[in-house]
């Protein structure tokens, strides 16, 4: 049973930083992607950053130049580390795995995990 663990969320003043963790686990793939995705109250949920299994990575333009996605390979652990955040930020933070096994594709979702940011 595929899991993803999500922690780190909290409050924090505008300016502040926090780190996003996320802990995969039970899959079975040939190649993985993880990304992080976002949901503000009355929003559609959108897309925040992405690592690809080669280490390269993608950003929102809201984003870009503030958070920075990372893993560590022996822990098997994905990190969204952000800073300078804004009350914009505010939102609901998903990890998504993506797992590409032999010609299919799945998609797994953490639990979530809030970030609230005060001006």
């Known amino acids: 049973q595929v899991q993803l663990v999500e922690s780190g969320g909290g409050s924090v003043q505008a300016g502040g930083s926090l780190r996003l963790s996320c802990a995969p686990s039970?899959?079975?793939?040939?190649?993985?992607?993880m990304s992080w995705h976002r949901q503000a109250p009355g929003k559609e949920r959108e897309f925040v950053s992405v690592?690809?299994?080669?280490?390269?990575?993608a950003y929102a333009d809201s984003v870009k130049g503030r958070f920075t996605n990372s893993r560590d390979n022996v822990q098997n652990l994905y990190y969204l580390q952000m800073t300078s955040l804004k009350p914009g930020d505010t939102a609901m933070y998903y990890c998504?795995?993506?797992?590409?096994?032999?010609?299919?594709?799945?998609?797994?979702w953490g639990q979530g995990t809030q970030v609230t940011v005060s001006s």
């Open positions: 039970g899959y079975t793939c040939d190649t993985i992607g």
């Open positions: 690592i690809n299994a080669d280490g390269s990575t």
């Open positions: 998504k795995l993506t797992c590409w096994y032999r010609a299919y594709e799945f998609a797994y």
